[in-house]
């Protein structure tokens, strides 16, 4: 399994090269990094009985440390102190100033889904504690020109297509087709920018969603389409969520002052990669390393 988590980190870090070769002079304009997510950035230390819930639900190969996860990656590339779990902290000043990951297993945009009880607006309900403590401590302008000077990074979203595609907790495939869902997922997306906003957050990188309908514990439950090695049909319903995505974070850019919002187009990079596996050094191709997953039932879904 450990093969694997490599070869997921090298996907991933490809989608993001251009915000990570970021100089690292860069990172004196950001004072630290507060992440909130799914198991894209926490191996369970924020979340209850995480062994259960990895092993019937994440898709992320966690191996346990959070050290082979892109905003760990990304916090060591800007000479960042990575953020420590929000269960984690002590209380101190000091912890809060080195950045708070809020991030949680299985974590989802909507809450009625999210069954490690972590959802977006749980974790929103966090940074609004930690904005508090950081005005109490430091005063007001101080906590403000700290606010403002930390990047923020979220990643949701996955969750949710999981849940729609393997187990329909909510039951929203039979209320919404895929553009609506999509409509709705970025509604909240958008909403949650504007509490960020709102509490004096400015700088905010916003990831998409990898292409699901490559991922193996997909493959396994559906059909594979043999021209792509990926189940097509999710992917398009992935895509049109990044797509939306992608120009709410344009419009706010234009709307609110001072906003410095980022969209990585992860979905993009790592098709690139399952296209042309040979630019990028992958032998055997992604393709056939794809099909060896399903055949033998491996993946996230069957690893330990």
Same mark, same amino acid.
């Given at each position: 399994m450990e093969g694997f988590a490599l070869f997921m980190v090298a996907l991933v870090s490809m989608g993001i090269t251009n915000l990570a070769m970021v100089p690292e002079k860069t990172s004196r304009n950001v004072s630290a990094m507060y992440v909130l997510g799914?198991?894209?950035?926490?191996?369970?230390?924020?979340?209850?009985?995480?062994?259960?819930?990895?092993?019937n639900l994440s898709l992320l190969p966690c191996n346990g440390?959070?050290?082979?996860?892109?905003?760990? @990656?990304?916090?060591?590339?800007?000479?960042?102190?990575?953020?420590?779990?929000?269960?984690?902290q002590n209380g101190t000043i000091d912890g809060l100033l080195n950045g708070v990951n809020y991030g949680a297993a299985h974590a989802t945009i909507l809450s009625p889904t999210s069954l490690?009880?972590?959802?977006?607006?749980?974790?929103?309900?966090?940074?609004?504690?930690?904005?508090?403590?950081?005005?109490?401590?430091?005063?007001?302008?101080?906590?403000?020109?700290?606010?403002?000077?930390?990047l923020f990074y979220l990643a949701f979203g996955k969750d949710d297509y999981i849940d729609l595609?393997?187990?329909?907790?909510?039951?929203?495939?039979?209320?919404?087709?895929?553009?609506?869902?999509?409509?709705?997922?970025?509604?909240?997306?958008?909403?949650?920018?504007?509490?960020?906003?709102?509490?004096?957050?400015?700088?905010?990188?916003?990831?998409?969603?990898?292409?699901?309908?490559?991922?193996?514990?997909? @493959?396994?439950?559906?059909?594979?389409?043999?021209?792509?090695?990926?189940?097509?049909?999710?992917?398009?319903v992935v895509l049109r969520y990044n797509v939306l995505l992608e120009k709410s974070i344009v419009r706010l850019n234009e709307e609110l002052?001072?906003?410095?919002?980022?969209?990585?187009?992860l979905y993009q990079g790592v098709k690139k990669i399952i296209?042309?596996?040979?630019?990028?050094?992958?032998?055997?191709?992604? @393709?056939?390393?794809?099909? @060896?997953?399903r055949d033998t039932k491996r993946g996230c879904l069957y690893s330990n």
């Open positions: 799914d198991s894209s950035v926490d191996c369970g230390s924020n979340t209850l009985f995480y062994p259960i819930i990895h092993l440390s959070n050290s082979i996860l892109l905003p760990y @990656l990304l916090a060591k590339k800007m000479g960042l102190p990575y953020a420590e779990p929000f269960y984690a490690s009880h972590q959802s977006l607006n749980h974790q929103l309900r966090q940074v609004f504690e930690t904005v508090q403590l950081l005005e109490l401590q430091l005063g007001h302008e101080s906590s403000r020109h700290f606010i403002r000077s930390s595609f393997l187990r329909n907790f909510s039951g929203v495939m039979a209320e919404y087709n895929g553009p609506q869902f999509a409509e709705i997922l970025v509604n909240q997306m958008v909403h949650a920018v504007m509490n960020l906003y709102d509490m004096n957050v400015r700088k905010v990188v916003l990831m998409g969603i990898l292409p699901l309908g490559c991922a193996p514990s997909l @493959l396994f439950q559906w059909h594979i389409d043999d021209a792509t090695g990926c189940v097509e049909m999710i992917n398009e002052p001072d906003a410095h919002l980022v969209f990585c187009d296209t042309y596996p040979h630019f990028f050094g992958m032998n055997p191709s992604i @393709l056939s390393y794809i099909k @060896l997953l």
